[in-house]
């Protein structure tokens, strides 16, 4: 049976109405496989989602049946050397999958490696990641274009040792921060300031009209990550897939994703960030 990589299909739900509640499991779409995604911050705690991969199904199955690949009872560790913490898993309606394991018993610090692992039914998975030293953008620019809507530009000065991701969350976008398009650099192939774009997130793009600007009086969350090159592979993979998976003569395999997880797809990401807040002036009125 052909099994994919179910986050962007998960992310694709939240174009949809948001569910009152989280589906049951469903055992006709699950597959024996396990996706995760995770991060831990500097100064935050670790955030992991679980999921099952994707079965394709005998018979069809509605589209908000794809919840139903959330792992809720799942048994997620981080370790950072020392300590040992379970994570509990709980609803959360600011992000997609609504159901993330979390706990405000650990808290990132530079240089340190995390080890995360995930098991359930039978089945573990394990990662480990360092968080690197944020980088702070030199500035951050807000500009009015010609059809009355904002763009936001960042400049900053990369180490050549480091990567770097821009993640946003606009006023409308209810499940939590996404990746810029065209929003990574890698430092080891630039050379002085960069400038970047910092559009609105476009994972969700397909299933609903993209505009990758922002509108006047919104309010504008980013994320600026400094990572290693191993999880700069996996979001510059995904950013090239998803472009692809638009053209819908092309076929495109999320399975082919580069990962750091042992025993399962996805990743574990360590990053150093800086977060800012960016306020889109009101729209003048007219004279």
């Not at 509990?88 to 993330?100: E, H, I």
């Not at 993209?210 to 006047?216: A, N, S």
């Not at 191993?230 to 994703?257: A, C, D, K, V």
């Amino acid at each position: 049976m052909k099994r994919l990589l179910p986050i962007l299909l998960l992310l694709l739900l939240a174009a949809c109405d948001k569910m009152d509640t989280l589906a049951p499991e469903n055992d006709a779409i699950r597959g024996d496989g396990l996706v995760v995604e995770g991060w831990i911050d500097e100064g935050g705690c670790p955030v992991v989602s679980v999921t099952t991969t994707l079965r394709r199904p005998d018979d069809p199955q509605p589209v908000a049946s794809l919840a139903g690949l959330v792992v809720r009872d799942a048994e997620v560790y981080v370790s950072d050397g020392t300590q040992k913490v379970k994570l509990t898993g709980s609803l959360s309606l600011d992000a997609f999958p609504p159901y993330v394991y979390s706990t405000s018993l650990m808290k990132g610090e530079i240089g340190k490696t995390y080890t995360l692992t995930v098991s359930y039914k039978g089945m573990e998975a394990t990662a480990e990641t360092t968080i690197p030293e944020a980088t702070q953008l030199t500035s951050l620019d807000v500009f009015r274009t010609e059809d009355d809507v904002y763009r936001i530009y960042a400049v900053f000065d990369p180490d050549p040792e480091a990567c770097y991701g821009f993640f946003s969350k606009g006023g409308e976008d209810a499940f939590g921060y996404l990746p810029v398009f065209l929003g990574l650099v890698d430092g080891s192939v630039v050379s002085g300031p960069q400038t970047v774009s910092v559009t609105r997130g476009s994972a969700l793009t397909s299933l609903k009209e993209y505009k990758p600007g922002f509108e006047p009086g919104e309010r504008v969350d980013i994320r600026f990550c400094t990572m290693n090159r191993e999880i700069y592979r996996f979001w510059e993979t995904f950013q090239q897939l998803t472009g692809i998976s638009y053209i819908m003569t092309y076929p495109t395999n999320f399975s082919n994703l580069p990962s750091n997880m042992t025993g399962a797809y996805g990743y574990w990401a360590g990053y150093g960030t800086a977060t800012y807040s960016v306020n889109i002036p009101e729209e003048e009125e007219e004279p």
